[in-house]
């Protein structure tokens, strides 16, 4: 688990509600027990600071950091996506984006890492689609600097199979299984009526493991799902363990922070 990633997990899912500030002190007291050291968190913090996702500040009379109001967008929309707190139906329509590919690699790397994680998947290198029509696509290509077409399109026979086009739904659905293989063990050994810092250990892995399927589920409304769907039950394993082990999770959380 890197420090970056393991900070922006820290702040979305714990910090977000609280204000969305901390002194250092309580970041690295948050991810000592998850395994990041003080001076990689110290290190990711300054990082995250350049790019524009922390902010410094004083927090309880000491030096500490804020999440920016870019951070705070991203971290709201992804926190609606994991817990799937907004209800959507399909309309049956899709929603194509046309554009020239990028010369240069690194550029149509970025721009394919931000089309995925907004719910796009690629027919080709320079047709996308999605069966939601997101409100972030035209920002993503203002970033890039590239012009795009975009069209509500009817697809005329059998979409389901064109989604399987678009991703790899049977790699999706095996990294499903694992995920929740390899998870089961370490959620069972989690006690949160005795142990609020194993209780927030196998949360916060839990969690970290799961927010990783943002930059590749769509979240594709069920008529467009293979039978019996793996991602619908690691989603229901997920809530069940989420939701459990949240109130000593909490618990440890505030014992590092400074007193209210």
Not at 39 to 51: I, W
Not at 91 to 117: K, Y
Not at 176 to 202: H, K, N, R, W
Request: aromatic share 10%; glycine share 6%.
């Amino acid at each position: 688990m890197h420090a970056r990633s393991a900070l922006f997990d820290l702040y979305g899912d714990y910090l977000r509600q609280r204000g969305g500030c901390a002194p250092i002190a309580s970041l690295v007291c948050a991810l000592a027990p998850v395994g990041i050291t003080g001076p990689a968190v110290r290190t990711a913090v300054s990082r995250m600071v350049r790019q524009g996702w922390l902010r410094a500040t004083d927090s309880h009379g000491a030096r500490g950091y804020a999440l920016t109001a870019r951070a705070m967008h991203r971290l709201d929309q992804s926190a609606a996506r994991i817990y799937r707190t907004r209800h959507k139906e399909w309309d049956g329509n899709l929603d194509m984006v046309l554009f020239s590919p990028p010369t240069h690699r690194s550029t149509r790397a970025q721009l394919a890492t931000a089309l995925r994680f907004h719910g796009y998947g690629p027919l080709s290198a320079g047709t996308w689609i999605s069966p939601w029509q997101d409100t972030e696509l035209e920002q993503v290509f203002h970033e890039a600097d590239i012009t795009f077409t975009r069209f509500s399109a009817a697809h005329h026979g059998d979409t389901a199979a064109l989604a399987c086009r678009a991703w790899d739904l049977d790699d999706l659905a095996l990294r499903y299984l694992e995920f929740i293989s390899t998870m089961g063990p370490v959620v069972a050994t989690a006690d949160p009526q005795s142990d609020s810092e194993a209780a927030y250990t196998a949360r916060f892995q839990l969690v970290h493991a799961f927010r990783v399927f943002l930059f590749s589920d769509p979240q594709l409304p069920p008529q467009l799902c293979p039978p019996n769907w793996a991602g619908a039950d690691a989603a229901a394993f997920f809530d069940t363990h989420a939701a459990r082990l949240r109130p000593a999770a909490d618990h440890f959380v505030d014992q590092c922070l400074p007193p209210k």
